[in-house]
């Protein structure tokens, strides 16, 4: 549905296609009380394995970790930054930075360097356009001119 609005932003020329904004935020979610055991194996991605009705467990017993395992989040993650924690996901934006609406999102859990999901974001309607970013995308603007022809500006 998000490309078809682009799509639909593109035709009304709404995207002035004056260059190109990136950038994540956190999502925080609520956090989980987990036993160590627990949080053991959801970072081992095997939170699925958790709470799961066993052989012999009664209708109540079943139900209560059928209700338990539908409030686990087992894809947030916890992140430091700036010496702040967060808990949860984040959210990547690829911004028209003329008309300001967004052209492209991808959500990772909180601990993906905002970096990462760059080769997702910048595609083919960035090429020859100025790509702005902060100063978690420094090291990388070579990668990202080999890329997609898009020439990276850092404030």
Do not use: C
């Not at 003329?98 to 974001?121: C, N, Y």
């Amino acid at each position: 549905m998000f490309d078809e609005f682009y799509a639909f932003l593109e035709e009304n020329n709404l995207i002035l296609h004056e260059g190109t904004m990136i950038d994540g935020s956190f999502v925080e979610a609520p956090r989980q009380r987990n036993t160590r055991e627990e949080n053991k194996q959801i970072k081992e991605d095997r939170g699925d394995e958790l709470w799961n009705p066993e052989e012999g467990d009664t209708e109540g017993e079943k139900k209560r970790k059928a209700n338990k395992k539908r409030q686990k989040d087992i894809d947030a993650r916890w992140v430091k930054k700036g010496g702040e924690k967060h808990y949860g996901y984040k959210n990547h934006a690829k911004v028209d930075k003329g008309s300001k609406f967004i052209k492209k999102g991808v959500t990772t859990d909180a601990s993906v360097h905002d970096s990462k999901p760059v080769k997702e974001l910048v595609d083919e309607n960035d090429r020859g356009e100025d790509l702005f970013a902060d100063s978690a995308f420094t090291e990388y603007p070579a990668e990202w001119s080999a890329l997609r022809g898009t020439r990276p500006t850092t404030p």
